[in-house]
């Protein structure tokens, strides 16, 4: 189980941002670009056992 503080939750999407020694830190600044380069929005939220939630909106879905 992983948790986000709720000061911390922007800061995970920088650049070089990690918390671990081997961690790169571009994971999530990678998976925010996708995401602005879509025009979506990403956030962290807590999930229902206290764990960390990544929450895409604005995707529009196509009936194909």
């Known amino acids: 189980m992983t948790v986000v ?21 571009f994971g999530l600044n990678i998976v925010e670009e996708i995401a602005d380069a879509h025009g979506w929005d990403i956030r962290v939220t807590e999930g229902p056992d206290s764990d960390a939630r990544f929450e895409i909106t604005g995707v529009e879905c196509s009936a194909e």
């Open 5 to 25: 503080p709720t000061g911390k939750r922007e800061d995970v999407f920088e650049a070089g941002y990690s918390t671990t020694k081997d961690g790169t830190g």
